[in-house]
T-cell receptor
Framework: GENVEQHPSTLSVQEGDSAVIKCTYSDSASNYFPWYKQELGKGPQLIIDIRSNVGEKKDQRIAVTLNKTAKHFSLHITETQPEDSAVYFCAASTGNQFYFGTGTSLTVIP | DAGITQSPRHKVTETGTPVTLRCHQTENHRYMYWYRQDPGHGLRLIHYSYGVKDTDKGEVSDGYSVSRSKTEDFLLTLESATSSQTSVYFC????????????FGEGSRLTVL
């Protein structure tokens, strides 16, 4: 099956700085890569996604890039705010399943 | 918010007892999933359903069974709970399967003593 690795596991940034989370995947057949944000005590929520025919996608302060050749994709959050503090999961979709990374706990320091 | 309800939200049980977790949706989505979340492992798929009475195994299905007799309900059963099944369980639904958004429930925290 697919193997998704996510780094770093924890990340602290000052408010206003940028945060970058990186993921790699192993199955070249994976073609959909969503990112989920999980706040304490809640279920994950989709924040942005990218499909394999696109190299970059942006939504306000959040962007995702995909390098199919290298099999890696990244989440970029600019101008971070305290409400961005949460756990972020990347995922890759192949076969009939989603495979998730192990999560990154992001703390934005005011 | 997507209409997904998990029950119970919290449960403490003893080793060897059966446990059933319920996921109920009001969105009429075709696909339903059960994940478990553990520190250091992220979210791992246990079982999923692609229609009424149509289910398949995920990557960590041993010790779990599922049933879906109606579109809106997806049950996860631990026939004989073990301490290794202590976890937070999330139900998710999707309209289009692996090419679309997953909507997650609030989670069910299970402790097996």
């Amino acid at each position: 099956g697919e193997n998704v690795e996510q780094h770093p596991s924890t990340l602290s940034v000052q408010e206003g700085d940028s945060a970058v989370i990186k993921c790699t995947y192993s199955d070249s057949a994976s073609n959909y890569f969503p990112w989920y944000k999980q706040e304490l005590g809640k279920g994950p929520q989709l924040i942005i996604d990218i499909r394999s025919n696109v190299g970059e996608k942006k939504d306000q302060r959040i962007a995702v890039t995909l390098n199919k050749t290298a099999k890696h994709f990244s989440l970029h959050i600019t101008e971070t705010q305290p409400e961005d503090s949460a756990v972020y999961f990347c995922a890759a979709s192949t076969g009939n399943q989603f495979y998730f990374g192990t999560g990154t706990s992001l703390t934005v320091i005011p | 918010d997507a209409g997904i309800t998990q029950s119970p939200r919290h449960k403490v049980t003893e080793t060897g007892t059966p446990v059933t977790l319920r996921c109920h949706q009001t969105e009429n989505h075709r696909y339903m999933y059960w994940y478990r979340q553990d520190p250091g492992h992220g979210l791992r798929l246990i079982h999923y359903s692609y229609g009424v009475k149509d289910t398949d195994k995920g990557e960590v299905s041993d010790g779990y069974s599922v049933s879906r007799s109606k579109t809106e309900d997806f049950l996860l059963t631990l026939e004989s709970a073990t301490s290794s099944q202590t976890s937070v369980y999330f139900c998710a639904i999707s309209e289009s399967g692996r090419t679309g958004e997953l909507f997650f429930g609030e989670g069910s925290r299970l402790t097996v003593l």
